[in-house]
């Protein structure tokens, strides 16, 4: 048994003077009719033995199936497939004209009941997620890179930002520049970067709420060990490549953190409410405690401003620009997207 400890999550709650202010709360989940959802797990940064993993492409798709994935994208590092050239590993069916002496196997993913969505790890600089594009990478900037994934219609995050030492304000400027860049990992494998979701708040605070920044966790899985630290679940009304990507965009899906590998997540949040003065949760399942989270200028950090279901704007500091809940219970913790916060008074 492997427990995870996740440090930087263990916030305590400080008390400031009543906010007065009204403020304007945009909710990346208004869209969604919650009697008519399911619930989609899925992983978006997974290697194959092409790439410095130890599994075939059909067997990383097969273990992830097996736990329950829907959704996956197979994202090795600028690598040769097929033929002599770069390219995705992708589509599923047609695993079996890798080039090599080994029996590479097709899948379909309508037959597992999954989406594969193309992509690659732009690898010669700060790590980029490249998804819905078949682009591998020959570029040596970001910049370039971003540039290129745009062209083709692709969506981009930034890979496990902790092992970089760009500033906060570079990482604003991107994400300001660049429409498809649309997130970052805030976990990456167990919890390899523990300050990355301080870092997501500090971006959050200069960015929000004109331009949200998504944040996932993801496995960036190389071997067996390493599948299943993380569920991106997805909020969608049907299965299906263009619904995933909607939901990406739009910030519609929660990321569940377990405790122990492979755990499937025991809560869900089956509402949000937006109020006159707040936001309120309806969660289904047992859960121990709800945290509110923003980031305030005074400590020069992350601080847990509100627990309960319930949270009201009389608890923010008044430079606040987002907040982010956490749900915990007894087998992990589930964290939503931001919500933005204008003041309008």
């Given at each position: 048994?492997?427990?995870?400890?996740?440090?930087?999550?263990?916030?305590?709650?400080?008390?400031?003077?009543?906010?007065?202010?009204?403020?304007?709360?945009?909710?990346?989940?208004?869209?969604?009719?919650?009697?008519?959802?399911?619930?989609?797990?899925?992983?978006?940064?997974?290697?194959?033995?092409?790439?410095?993993?130890?599994?075939?492409?059909?067997?990383?798709?097969?273990?992830?199936?097996?736990?329950?994935?829907?959704?996956?994208?197979?994202?090795?590092?600028?690598?040769?497939?097929?033929?002599?050239?770069?390219?995705?590993?992708?589509?599923?069916?047609?695993?079996?004209?890798?080039?090599?002496?080994?029996?590479?196997?097709?899948?379909?993913?309508?037959?597992?009941?999954?989406?594969?969505?193309?992509?690659?790890?732009?690898?010669?600089?700060?790590?980029?997620?490249?998804?819905?594009?078949?682009?591998?990478?020959?570029?040596?900037?970001?910049?370039?890179?971003?540039?290129?994934?745009?062209?083709?219609?692709?969506?981009?995050?930034?890979?496990?930002?902790?092992?970089?030492?760009?500033?906060?304000?570079?990482?604003?400027?991107?994400?300001?520049?660049?429409?498809?860049?649309?997130?970052?990992?805030?976990?990456?494998?167990?919890?390899?970067?523990?300050?990355?979701?301080?870092?997501?708040?500090?971006?959050?605070?200069?960015?929000?709420?004109?331009?949200?920044?998504?944040g996932f966790g993801n496995?960036?899985?190389?071997?067996?060990?390493?599948?299943?630290w993380n569920r991106n679940?997805?909020?969608?009304?049907?299965?299906?490549?263009?619904?995933?990507?909607?939901?990406?965009?739009?910030?519609?899906?929660?990321?569940?953190?377990?405790?122990?590998?492979?755990?499937?997540?025991?809560?869900?949040?089956?509402?949000?409410?937006?109020?006159?003065?707040?936001?309120?949760?309806?969660?289904?399942?047992?859960?121990?405690?709800?945290?509110?989270?923003?980031?305030?200028?005074?400590?020069?950090?992350?601080?847990?401003?509100?627990?309960?279901?319930?949270?009201?704007?009389?608890?923010?500091?008044?430079?606040?620009?987002?907040?982010?809940?956490?749900?915990?219970?007894?087998?992990?913790?589930?964290?939503?997207?931001?919500?933005?916060?204008?003041r309008i008074n």
């Amino acid at each position: 048994m492997i427990v995870i400890v996740i440090t930087g999550c263990e916030y305590q709650l400080i008390s400031l003077p009543e906010n007065p202010y009204d403020y304007t709360i945009t909710n990346p989940y208004e869209d969604i009719d919650w009697n008519t959802i399911d619930y989609y797990d899925a992983n978006f940064h997974t290697h194959t033995l092409f790439s410095g993993g130890d599994m075939a492409p059909h067997d990383v798709v097969d273990a992830y199936h097996a736990i329950g994935y829907q959704i996956l994208a197979l994202t090795d590092h600028n690598t040769s497939h097929y033929q002599t050239y770069a390219s995705t590993l992708y589509p599923w069916t047609r695993f079996s004209t890798i080039d090599g002496d080994e029996s590479w196997q097709d899948r379909d993913p309508l037959v597992l009941d999954m989406v594969s969505v193309e992509g690659s790890e732009i690898s010669q600089h700060h790590h980029i997620g490249s998804w819905f594009n078949d682009f591998v990478g020959t570029t040596q900037t970001e910049e370039e890179t971003l540039v290129e994934i745009s062209n083709r219609n692709g969506l981009a995050i930034f890979n496990h930002p902790g092992r970089y030492e760009n500033s906060d304000s570079w990482y604003v400027d991107m994400f300001a520049r660049h429409s498809i860049l649309i997130g970052l990992e805030i976990f990456n494998q167990k919890d390899r970067y523990s300050d990355d979701r301080d870092r997501w708040d500090r971006i959050l605070h200069q960015s929000m709420p004109e331009r949200p920044v998504w944040g996932f966790g993801n496995d960036d899985m190389h071997s067996a060990s390493t599948i299943g630290w993380n569920r991106n679940i997805l909020v969608l009304s049907q299965l299906s490549e263009t619904a995933v990507r909607d939901a990406l965009v739009d910030g519609e899906f929660f990321v569940f953190k377990p405790f122990i590998r492979t755990t499937l997540p025991d809560i869900r949040i089956v509402g949000i409410e937006i109020l006159d003065d707040g936001i309120q949760l309806e969660v289904e399942g047992q859960y121990s405690s709800i945290k509110w989270i923003t980031y305030y200028s005074e400590t020069n950090d992350s601080e847990v401003i509100s627990i309960g279901d319930t949270f009201s704007t009389t608890s923010l500091p008044l430079d606040a620009s987002f907040v982010r809940a956490i749900v915990f219970s007894d087998d992990g913790m589930l964290f939503t997207q931001p919500f933005g916060l204008q003041r309008i008074n």
